[in-house]
């Protein structure tokens, strides 16, 4: 395995040999202390500092292609996010590198035209909906990534999400989608394939009603710990739905793209709903249905996260563990190419989310919160500092 692959990343997964095992503590006790630097020293400690000297050293140790100007010449890139209304909220999504964030809004546009309400939840007619959404959702990506993209050559911009929301555009994929749903269109969608990754997700909501969505990744990890600094390098050059061209491809200076996307829902300008998922090309699936099953079906946010989701890429429409398997034979009878999972997983994404209670006066507390069990998740209640 990756993470017991070299001595520095197994003293910190497999300290004495073994595996460390639920319930065990995990320590980063360098990482901390990498950590109290930077927030001493700044971000500069990163690009060009010691920690930078440190992965520079590492990288020539190993064969690695990291050059003292890449570090150094990295720009974070701050955007506003993509709002769009859906029904009575907006939902605010990212953009800059995120094309989880521009494919959810096209998604969910199409959604907004289906009467997605007057439907049984989970059942053929949801589900195919569903699918069908993904289906041209993914056939949309591939135009709009087909298009030229001058901003992310330059390795400071981002690819803009206009022409793929554009009203004429999304005008020319709902005739589409009621063609597929009435069983007259059959629409081939180019393949993809997404790989495995170790998102992480925290959604957090505070005493005074903020909100923060935040998704970070290492992917699986590329397993080497740069010297004692605890930081731990990521594989996402191997994220295959990210770079489906493989090493090498893409040209010099461009921005790697991503599929996380930290979420959140506003109601009448109030943040509602803070969600995000882990998952790779998964992640935008299974924020879309937990948006939809609170909003559409008005779900609690228990049963919101926990309900079985589908996931359709490639022509095959995957069926997590939980729902009916008559609904599957009916799916299958429809002409779906159909995978039936027995039982829920960590494929299908790990929707960790915190909501505002509504309409609860006898809560303890404003906010309900779950931990997507699907991919380790947790709730945590923090009292602030007495100061």
């Known amino acids: 395995p990756i993470i017991t692959d070299t001595p520095g990343i197994a003293a910190i ?10 319930g065990e503590t995990l320590y980063f006790h360098q990482l901390a202390d990498t950590l109290e630097a930077l927030g001493q020293q700044g971000p500069a400690l990163f690009y060009t500092g010691a920690v930078a000297q440190a992965i520079l050293a590492d990288q020539q140790a190993h064969g690695g292609l990291l050059t003292e100007t890449d570090l150094a010449g990295y720009r974070v890139l701050r955007s506003q996010p993509l709002a769009i209304n859906y029904h009575d909220y907006t939902v605010l999504l990212p953009t800059a590198s995120s094309v989880g964030g521009p494919l959810i809004a096209f998604a969910l546009k199409l959604l907004a035209s289906c009467p997605v309400a007057d439907v049984a939840h989970n059942q053929f007619q949801h589900l195919s909906m569903l699918a069908e959404i993904m289906r041209l959702t993914n056939i949309a990506r591939a135009a709009w990534e087909a298009e030229p993209d001058p901003a992310r050559l330059n390795g400071h911009g981002f690819k803009s999400a206009a022409s793929l929301l554009a009203d004429d555009n999304l005008a020319g994929y709902r005739p589409k989608l009621i063609e597929a749903l009435a069983g007259r269109g059959v629409l081939v969608e180019p393949n993809a394939a997404g790989g495995p990754s170790n998102t992480t997700h925290i959604s957090v909501a505070d005493q005074n009603g903020m909100m923060v969505s935040v998704t970070t990744s290492a992917g699986e990890s590329a397993g080497f710990v740069v010297g004692d600094t605890g930081v731990i390098l990521n594989n996402m050059l191997g994220e295959i739905d990210l770079h489906p061209g493989g090493f090498h491809q893409l040209p010099p200076g461009h921005r790697l793209q991503t599929m996380m996307t930290p979420t959140l829902v506003l109601h009448q300008g109030q943040p509602v709903l803070a969600l995000g998922s882990g ?29 079985s989701r589908v996931h359709f890429e490639a022509g ?3 069926l997590e563990g939980g729902i009916d398997p008559q609904v599957a034979d009916q799916l299958e009878a429809a002409g779906y190419q159909v995978n039936r999972w027995t039982v829920r997983n960590m494929f299908f994404g790990g929707a960790h989310a915190v909501a505002r209670r509504e309409g609860d006066t006898q809560a303890r507390l404003p906010w309900v919160a779950v931990g997507d069990e699907r991919r380790g998740g947790s709730v945590a209640v923090i009292k602030p500092l007495q100061g």
Request: no cysteine; charged share 15%.
């Open 13 to 22: 997964y497999a300290p004495g040999g073994a595996m460390i095992k639920s």
């Open 279 to 307: 998952g790779s090309n998964r992640i935008r699936t299974a924020i879309l249905q937990t948006i939809s099953n609170v909003i559409d079906f008005k779900l609690d946010l228990v049963a919101a996260v926990t309900a």
């Open 316 to 318: 095959e429409m995957q």
